[in-house]
């Protein structure tokens, strides 16, 4: 048997075990329905939103939810509809959290599966990543809005800079682990240049551990980027993003609590619903937690 067969054999078998498993826990399954009928959502927000999130109606503002049946969770002070901004806002969030996960992540695993496999580099490269782990993701945040000024685009960079070190760490000592089985020996015996091993074996079969993490850095991410958004770094009004949209409604909690706690609540089930699902995950993927 090669070492592709070797290393593979057993993946689609085990994917089925994971799906069954996952499906099998009553929280993780309401969690991944939530979630995806939270994404659809927020794809669908230009043909399912009843109206423009930027249209302004002073004389609908303030309007509270199930009062008028054309506007089912109110309006804003600006009399902008909340259902369609919270809508957009989801998108916006989401969006934020997915590009700031996905380059902070490939980075973060690159470095680490590197620092796992030239071990020359290891020690240079981990004392980096700890350097960047010394400094939370909301400074991170200040300082570069401090130099560019605020916009989505500062948050993101904090945010992907703040996940590089964490998923460092969680590729390195998956690689770590990985580097100790045999079908590695085997390909190094057979002639594969580094390249190649850590494309078709290291990098797969650290991916799992490396998902995991991941789910549960998403949620975070959002939570963060949210917060910044918040202290007004983030979006600008009057863009829709469901941090900007708490900020927006602080002033009139008194008055229209829903302008704020319709966004707040959301971001909270959204991340309750990220921790939910990745907790479970992991509970599945480590064989340790199965003893």
């Known amino acids: 048997m090669s070492v592709a067969a070797t290393a593979g054999a057993a993946t689609a078998p ?3 075990s994971v799906v069954r498993r996952l499906l099998r826990d009553p929280a993780a399954l309401l969690a991944s329905v939530f979630l995806v009928a939270v994404v659809l959502s927020a794809i669908l927000a230009p043909w399912i939103a009843p109206y423009d999130p930027y249209f302004t109606d002073p004389s609908k503002g303030m309007r509270p939810p199930f009062e008028d049946p054309a506007y089912p969770l109110g309006t804003d002070a600006q009399g902008r509809d909340m259902l369609s901004r919270l809508l957009y806002g989801t998108r ?9 996960l996905v380059t902070g992540g490939a980075i973060g695993t690159l470095v680490g599966i ?15 990543m700890d350097v960047l782990l010394s400094f939370p993701a909301i400074l991170f945040g200040l300082a570069i809005a ?14 992907a800079i703040a996940t590089i070190p964490l998923l460092a760490r969680i590729a390195r000592s998956s690689a770590l682990v990985v580097m100790q089985q045999d079908y590695i020996d085997a390909a190094r015996s057979i002639g594969l240049v580094d390249a190649a091993i850590i494309w078709r074996y290291l990098l797969p079969n650290c991916l799992s551990s490396i998902f995991v993490f991941s789910t549960l850095r998403f949620g975070q991410i959002v939570l963060i980027g949210a917060a910044l958004s918040f202290l007004g770094l983030g979006a600008q009004p009057p863009t829709a993003e469901l941090g900007t949209m708490a900020a927006n409604g602080r002033d009139f909690l008194f008055f229209a ?8 609540l959301t971001i909270f089930a ?22």
């Open 146 to 159: 401090a130099v560019t000024g605020p916009g989505l685009t500062p948050i993101i960079i904090a945010l």
């Open 114 to 128: 590197v620092a796992a496999y030239f071990r020359r580099v290891d020690g240079l490269l981990m004392r980096l």
């Open 14 to 16: 085990r994917r089925r």
């Open 257 to 264: 609590p829903h302008i704020a706690t319709i966004p707040s």
């Open 270 to 291: 959204i991340v309750l619903a990220f921790n939910v699902l990745g907790d479970a995950m992991r509970d599945v993927l480590d064989p340790r937690l199965r003893l």
């Open 92 to 100: 916006l969030t989401l969006l934020m959290g997915l590009v700031a």
